[in-house]
Every structure is written in structure tokens, then in C-alpha cells.
């Protein structure tokens, strides 16, 4: 298997579940990144990890908690989100050197109820 | 503030014709800019990237133009197919070293008419 893979595909939960998306890049890159992707705006970056190591958060609202056990994978733990949280979240990895491209999963539909 | 202004928000071309894209930045630190393509229900993949040490970047029918004095940056799209229909979007990084998120353009939709 090789790129990177985000489960699940879709999701849709209440106000008050708790979930978790994840992600596993199998391109043997050292920085992974989560970005939200709503419908007319930008793609939105929240957090970057390098090496494991959180490096910016962009000011997500706590309710977004990022997780980073190895530089394979990554979560994005999720609790009381909003109904104005519903969008498609992608998931990339990249080199940590110089002007590395990024690669982008297919992402998670979440949808809040 | 949206640091990456895309333009058109939505294009029609005919088959065979050029579509051009336009984008422009505010942060004269970005110093890489890369296009992605994106298909329904599929992220987005890396099409082609320029630094602004070159002027124009070409891969196959695809090419970046760009002006660093203007702060602007276009992709052109030569003998568009329908196969090309996607929403295009750009973006720029400040890359500090390290691993460094993007900035994205709004997108575009551009659809290819045979």
C-alpha cells in the first residue's frame, strides 16, 4: 500500500460523540499536516507535526485535538464539534527539507449533525 | 485577510483551447508555489511547483508563469481535454526550513466542454 490513507472515508456524528480520524502515510516522510476544507473557502491549514513534534496549530479551537504517535501516522481527536465544524478534513506528509511537496489523502467527510 | 487571491472562480473552455488561472500573494516570503489539482471524492495532488528564481516552469501541456515584481503567478493549461475538468487551486509556502504548511488560492472549477 503506498500514499496516504485516511480513515474513515465519511463520518457523521452528534454534537456530543467522540471521534477520531486518522491517517498513515506510507511514504517514508517526517512531517504530516491536517488541513479543513469547507465548501467556498480556501483549504485551511490547522496543525503541522515534524518529526513527531507538534510545530504550529493555527489557532484551532480546542474541540481539534491533534495526536502524532510516529511519523506514520496521525489522528485528529474530536469532541462537542459544531455544526459549522462539517467539511471534508485532508490529511499530507512531506520531506521536512526545502521546498518538499506535500501529499494529500483523500480525506474524511465529516458531517455534525 | 486571504493571502492568495485566485482567479476565476469558475472556468468554461473549449476543447482544444488554453485555460489560464490567475493567483496572486501578499507575503513576499512565500518562496515556493505549487498548483494542485482535484477530482471529486479525491484529494488533492500536486500538478506542478515553481520557485521565483524562474520565470515560467513547463510539464507537458502544463506551465506556471511568473512575475515576482507583480507578486502574481498564472497556470496555463495548453489543448485542454475534458479529462482536465477538476478544480485547480494554488498555493504558497515560506519555507522556513522545516515542514511549513500552505496557503491556498479559493480554487477553481474549470470545466473542459469536447
Known amino acids: 500500500e503506498t500514499g496516504v490513507t485516511q480513515t474513515p472515508r465519511h463520518l457523521v456524528m452528534g454534537m456530543t460523540n467522540k471521534k477520531s480520524l486518522k491517517c498513515e502515510q506510507h511514504l517514508g516522510h517526517n512531517a504530516m499536516y491536517w488541513y479543513k476544507q469547507s465548501a467556498k473557502k480556501p483549504l485551511e491549514l490547522m496543525f503541522v507535526y515534524n518529526f513527531k513534534e507538534q510545530t504550529e496549530n493555527n489557532s484551532v479551537p480546542s474541540r481539534f485535538s491533534p495526536e502524532c504517535p510516529n511519523s506514520s501516522h496521525l489522528f485528529l481527536h474530536l469532541h462537542t464539534l459544531q455544526p459549522e465544524d462539517s467539511a471534508l478534513y485532508l490529511c499530507?506528509?512531506?520531506?521536512?527539507?526545502?521546498?518538499?511537496?506535500?501529499?494529500f489523502g483523500d480525506g474524511t467527510r465529516l458531517s455534525i449533525l | 485577510q486571504q493571502q492568495v487571491k485566485q482567479s476565476p472562480q469558475s472556468l468554461i473552455v473549449q476543447k482544444g483551447g488554453i485555460s489560464i488561472i490567475n493567483c496572486a500573494y501578499e507575503n513576499t516570503a512565500f518562496d515556493y508555489f505549487p498548483w494542485y489539482q482535484q477530482f471529486p471524492g479525491k484529494g488533492p495532488a500536486l500538478l506542478i511547483a515553481i520557485r521565483p528564481d524562474v520565470s515560467e516552469k513547463k510539464e507537458g501541456r502544463f506551465t506556471i508563469s511568473f512575475n515576482k515584481s507583480a507578486k502574481q503567478f498564472s497556470l496555463h493549461i495548453m489543448d485542454s481535454q475534458p479529462g482536465d475538468s477538476a478544480t485547480y487551486f494554488c498555493a504558497a509556502r515560506h519555507s522556513g526550513g522545516g515542514a511549513d504548511g500552505l496557503t491556498f488560492g479559493k480554487g477553481t472549477h474549470l470545466i473542459i466542454q469536447p
Open positions: 499530507a506528509s512531506s520531506q521536512n527539507r526545502g521546498n518538499q511537496p506535500q501529499h
